[in-house]
């Protein structure tokens, strides 16, 4: 992958964003809001599943718990993004990953991951802090779309059972 003329300030597109999303909703096999080993080596199944495993493990797995957050999964796109990878070459690896093809090992970000581990602020830290952020604002939305369509089904249903 090579660096292009990517915007390195600006943040992922919201387009991004929702589909880096929806493969975490994928790799989240328990739908407990985090990727664990064991889903992403079912995730994979054959296709090298333990390497890929340990291999995203090592990149997205900041605080090194054992399970991947979604804060920690969108900040590590953020950090793609702002070690210089074009939305172009994101959106490409985000649609390998969706098919479950191979995980990629990024150069860059591995470099500056290294390097913020040595800082005293670090930067990971802050930018998976501003993930937690963005995606309090998010869930709540999205938890009452999700209770609004069970309303409506739930509404159908009586209606449908009176009707009988």
Same mark, same amino acid.
């Given at each position: 992958?090579?660096?292009?003329?990517?915007?390195?300030?600006?943040?992922? *597109?919201?387009?991004?964003?929702?589909k &880096?999303?929806e493969?975490?909703k994928?790799?989240?096999i328990?739908?407990?809001?985090?990727?664990?080993?064991?889903?992403t080596?079912?995730?994979?199944?054959?296709?090298? &599943?333990?390497? %890929?495993t340990e291999?995203?493990?090592?990149?997205?797995?900041?605080?090194?718990s054992?399970?991947i957050?979604?804060?920690? =999964?969108? &900040?590590? =796109?953020?950090?793609?993004?702002?070690?210089?990878?074009s939305e172009?070459?994101?959106?490409?690896?985000?649609?390998?990953?969706?098919?479950?093809? &191979? =995980?990629?090992?990024?150069?860059?970000?591995?470099?500056?991951?290294?390097?913020?581990?040595?800082?005293?602020?670090s930067?990971?830290?802050?930018?998976v802090?501003?993930?937690?952020?963005?995606? *309090?604002?998010?869930?709540?939305?999205?938890?009452?779309? *999700?209770?609004?369509?069970? %309303?409506e089904? %739930?509404?159908?249903?009586?209606?449908?059972?009176?009707?009988?």
């Open positions: 992958m090579g660096c292009t003329t990517a915007k390195i300030n600006e943040p992922l *597109s919201q387009r991004l964003r929702h &880096a999303s493969i975490f994928k790799l989240d328990k739908g407990n809001g985090t990727i664990d080993k064991e889903g080596e079912q995730f994979w199944k054959s296709n090298f &599943a333990k390497l %890929n291999a995203l493990f090592e990149a997205v797995d900041f605080d090194k054992g399970d957050t979604e804060e920690e =999964w969108m &900040a590590f =796109w953020e950090i793609v993004k702002e070690n210089g990878y172009e070459e994101i959106n490409l690896e985000l649609d390998e990953l969706m098919d479950g093809k &191979a =995980w990629v090992q990024f150069k860059r970000v591995d470099r500056f991951l290294k390097i913020d581990e040595k800082r005293r602020g930067r990971v830290k802050s930018i802090q501003e993930e937690k952020k963005k995606l *309090s604002i998010i869930q709540p939305a999205r938890l009452q779309k *999700s209770k609004t369509m069970e %309303n089904g %739930n509404d159908m249903q009586q209606e449908n059972q009176q009707e009988s």
